[in-house]
C-alpha cells in the first residue's frame, strides 16, 4: 500500500528556533499533503492543506508566517515551525492524497513527528 | 462539511464483537463515510470507507442505512491490539480535506 514518511519522528528545539519537518509519499505522487496538529488526548486538527507547486492553503487561526509550508515537489512537502515557542510543542502529521479511482479516496497518514519546544 | 457525532469512549472484553456508531445527519449526496483508527502517538490508519449500504473487508464492516444519516463500523473478535480511537469521517472524496471530529476511545479488557 501507499506510505508515508515524516523526517525526523521526534525533534527538541529551544524557544525561538525553527525546526523543518519533512513529509515525503514513497511509492506515489501525492499532489495534495495535508498537515495536522495533534495535542495530548485531543483529535487532529487540520492546519493547511498543499498542492504541489503552488502556495498552501491555512486553515483559520493557524498563522501561515509561522508554519511555513512548502511543496516543491509530487513526492516531498516540508512543514517549519519558525521561532518555535513552548505552546506549538505538539504532534505533527502529515497526510496525502491518493485517488484509486471515483468510488474510492483514501488519504494516507505520516507516523507523526513530535515537536517538544523547550 | 457534515458534522459527526460519536460516542467519546466504549470498552469491550476481548473476543466480542465490537459496534461504534456514528451520526452524520447533515451529510451530502456525494460525501462518503470513512474510518480511520490511531494508536497514541501514530498517524491514523485508514479502516473502510463506504457511500451506502454494506461494505466488508479483511478488517471491519461498515453500515450505512438507506438514509445516510448515520453509519456503524463493526469490528469481529477484537483483541487487546484493537485498543484505540476510532474516527469517523465525512466528506467529498477529492473534493475536501478530511476534518477530525473527537472519535471514539475503544479500550479492549482481557
Known amino acids: 500500500g501507499a506510505v508515508v514518511s515524516q523526517h525526523p519522528s521526534w525533534v527538541i528545539c529551544k524557544s525561538g528556533t525553527s525546526v523543518k519537518i519533512e513529509c515525503r509519499s514513497l511509492?506515489?505522487?501525492?499532489?495534495?499533503m495535508f498537515w495536522y496538529r495533534q495535542f495530548p488526548k485531543q483529535s487532529l486538527m487540520l492546519m493547511a492543506t498543499?498542492?504541489?507547486?503552488?502556495?498552501?492553503?491555512?486553515e483559520q487561526g493557524v498563522e501561515k508566517d509561522k508554519f511555513l509550508i512548502n511543496h516543491a515537489s509530487l513526492t516531498l512537502s516540508t512543514l517549519t515551525v519558525t521561532s518555535a515557542h513552548p505552546e506549538d510543542s505538539s504532534f505533527y502529521i502529515c497526510s496525502a492524497d491518493t485517488t484509486a479511482g471515483v468510488s474510492s479516496y483514501e488519504q494516507y497518514f505520516g507516523p507523526g513527528t513530535r515537536l517538544t519546544v523547550t | 462539511l457534515a458534522k459527526t457525532t460519536q460516542p467519546i469512549s466504549m470498552d469491550s472484553y476481548e473476543g466480542q464483537e465490537v459496534n461504534i456508531t456514528c451520526s452524520h445527519n447533515n451529510i451530502a449526496t456525494n460525501d462518503y463515510i470513512t474510518w480511520y483508527q490511531q494508536f497514541p502517538s501514530q498517524g491514523p490508519r485508514f479502516i473502510i470507507q463506504g457511500y451506502k449500504t454494506k461494505v466488508t473487508n479483511e478488517v471491519a464492516s461498515l453500515f450505512i442505512p438507506a438514509d445516510r444519516k448515520s453509519s456503524t463500523l463493526s469490528l469481529p473478535r477484537v483483541s487487546l491490539s484493537d485498543t484505540a480511537v476510532y474516527y469517523c469521517?465525512?466528506?467529498?472524496?477529492?473534493?475536501?480535506?478530511?476534518?477530525f471530529g473527537k472519535g471514539t476511545r475503544l479500550s479492549v479488557i482481557a
Open positions: 498543499s498542492n504541489e507547486g503552488s502556495k498552501a492553503t491555512y
Open positions: 469521517l465525512v466528506g467529498d472524496p477529492g473534493n475536501t480535506p478530511l476534518v
Open positions: 511509492d506515489f505522487q501525492a499532489t495534495t
